[in-house]
């Protein structure tokens, strides 16, 4: 599902009204009823309810008005409350709120003490509370009169609407500054903006419903959107189908090059991961000090011992031994728990440097990229590297919170200039591509934050390559499938106490939920 920032609402807005003829002052009209379908939809009778309706000064509130009259035509008993000044209102907006004048429904600008403790005596009656203060064209952070009215909206404990956007979220990144509105259910138009599912913004949105308004749908499918929701739908267009008559040989190998002493379990994810991924065979090789250990935990992978250089790490004569297993494998995933020993990391910049096998490269072969993330421009295979915030930030010189305040533009910068593949995880992983396209997982949840789940995602999208998707099918599907595993585990036991190894054998429930999904 295509995702548009602001400014390419605003185009799509543009090219309706100038390219197709339909004035805006009709999508207006559309928006305020969507707006109002979905009111109707949760109160199911309108008739006597009361409806306060606060209105900024721009577009955003002209759907507010519009809004307003439908739900009077309805029965609804309405109250609006513009915040701002109607002499500020212009264009599309002005012109829904003279036909709301014409009709007597009185539009109360909030100015004074006495204004806002008419809006507070009527938010405490109501029924209901829209929020049409800010939209798409909203900036920066709430503050004064607008901010006062958001406090208001979030205190009063009533069912909110938020037309497009819950007011005070940046549509493009998420980010709420001072504070933003608190939504029960947010009407989106046309397409859903990245603000949406990107946090903080995200936990102002409560249940997204995204309205047809009439945009033609060329403008919605535009292949010059270059932001996506992931879907259930498409993924299951993505995943492998199981033949009949499958053998082992058929679902593919993955080679693993992880664990170090003490990190042991990092390697028994990111196998597990495979495994539980659909891989028809899965190698790890691990330091030779721990290749006995790893063949009593691991009973179904098969493992190759690496020459060390201290003690279960893996030295940098381990490079010509996983050159030539290499070849035996479809993908190389290479990381987790590996450790940070200065052979190790040279010997992962060999491997790296030398692959010609689709790579799929994770924590500790990350921190062995910092400084020198260039290598990933060398390599012949595409690469997909999978880091945390903290490991992005080691290969952008950006802090972490520099990273999460603008996640997907940090990813499609970083992917491009790296010709990789960027899985950015996260509250919302982002996945994306080196042409600029970019994919939000909605999946997954806080429970996941738990050390260990990027290990099995590292196995996991390396199993879905195994078995011939791209490593761009891979990337978007793996993230998915694992954001929904975790959700399986969580829905069963709970965020608290989720474990890693929980997400194992949800995997190839949330991939059958998927493959039976009928959209
Ligand atoms: N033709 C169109 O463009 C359509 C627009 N629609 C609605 O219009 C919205 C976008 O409308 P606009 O572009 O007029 O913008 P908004 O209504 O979102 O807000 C713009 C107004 O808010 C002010 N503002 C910006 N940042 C502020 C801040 N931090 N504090 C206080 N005020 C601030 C601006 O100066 C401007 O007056 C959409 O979200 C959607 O609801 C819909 O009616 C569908 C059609
Ligand atoms: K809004």
Redesign the pocket.
């Known amino acids: 599902m295509k995702v548009a920032t602001?400014r390419e609402?605003?185009e799509i807005?543009?090219k309706?009204?100038e390219e197709y003829g339909i004035p805006?002052v009709v999508?207006?009209e559309?928006?305020?009823m969507q707006v109002v379908n979905c009111i109707e939809n949760i109160l199911e009778s309108l008739v006597e309810q009361k409806i306060c309706i606060f209105a900024?000064?721009?577009?955003?509130?002209?759907?507010g008005y519009?809004a307003a009259r439908h739900l009077y035509n309805r029965g609804a008993n309405v109250k609006v409350f513009l915040i701002?000044e109607k002499e500020?209102v212009s264009?599309?907006?002005r012109l829904h709120l003279d036909i709301l004048s014409r009709m007597g429904i009185n539009v109360q600008e909030v100015a004074g003490e006495r204004d806002w403790n008419k809006v507070k005596i009527a938010t405490a009656f109501a029924a209901c509370l829209v929020d049409?203060?800010?939209?798409?064209?909203?900036?920066?952070?709430?503050?004064?009169a607008?901010a006062t009215a958001a406090g208001i909206i979030n205190g009063a404990g009533k069912t909110v609407v938020s037309?497009?956007?819950p007011?005070g979220v940046d549509?493009d990144t998420g980010q709420v500054r001072s504070l933003a509105v608190c939504a029960t259910y947010t009407v989106t138009?046309?397409l859903p903006k990245p603000g949406l599912f990107l946090y903080p913004g995200a936990s102002h949105v409560g249940e997204m419903v995204i309205a047809d308004?009439g945009i033609p749908k060329p403008l919605l499918n535009d292949t010059q959107l270059r932001q996506n929701a992931i879907t259930a739908g498409g993924v299951k267009k993505l995943l492998p189908q199981r033949r009949p008559d499958a053998h082992k040989g058929m679902s593919g190998r993955v080679l693993l090059v992880a664990g170090s002493e003490g990190f042991t379990g990092a390697a028994f994810l990111a196998a597990s991961g495979s495994l539980r991924g659909g891989a028809g065979l899965v190698t790890l090789a691990i330091a030779a000090g721990l290749h006995d250990i790893m063949e009593i935990k691991l009973t179904e992978v098969m493992t190759r011992p690496l020459p060390e250089a201290d003690r279960g790490t893996m030295g940098r004569e381990a490079v010509p031994s996983v050159g030539a297993w290499e070849f035996e494998n479809d993908v190389l995933a290479i990381g987790p728990g590996l450790g940070r020993h200065t052979d190790t990391l040279q010997a992962v910049r060999e491997i790296i440097g030398a692959a010609e096998k689709p790579l799929v490269i994770d924590a500790d072969a990350l921190t062995a990229l910092a400084g020198q993330v260039e290598l990933l421009t060398e390599t012949k295979a595409l690469s997909i590297i999978t880091p945390h915030p903290g490991e992005m930030a080691r290969l952008t010189g950006l802090t972490v919170e520099e990273i999460n305040q603008d996640r997907i533009d940090i990813a499609r910068r970083s992917s491009q200039k790296w010709e990789s593949i960027v899985v950015l995880k996260g509250a919302r992983t982002i996945v994306a591509f080196p042409d600029g396209e970019i994919y939000i997982n909605p999946t997954g949840n806080a429970g996941m934050a738990t050390g260990g789940t990027g290990d099995v995602l590292t196995g996991l999208i390396a199993a879905l390559i195994a078995q011939g998707l791209s490593s761009h099918d891979a990337a978007i599907a793996g993230v998915y499938v694992h954001g929904m595993a975790g959700d399986i585990a969580a829905r069963r036991m709970g965020l608290i106490g989720l474990t890693a190894a929980d997400l194992l054998p949800a995997i190839p429930v949330a991939i059958d939920a998927i493959q039976n999904e009928t959209k």
């Open positions: 602001a609402m605003r807005d543009r309706t009204i805006g999508l207006m559309n928006a305020g900024g000064t721009g577009n955003n509130g002209g759907d519009v701002g500020a264009g599309d907006a049409g203060l800010l939209g798409t064209g909203f900036r920066g952070e709430m503050t004064g607008m037309i497009d956007i007011s549509a138009f046309g308004i």
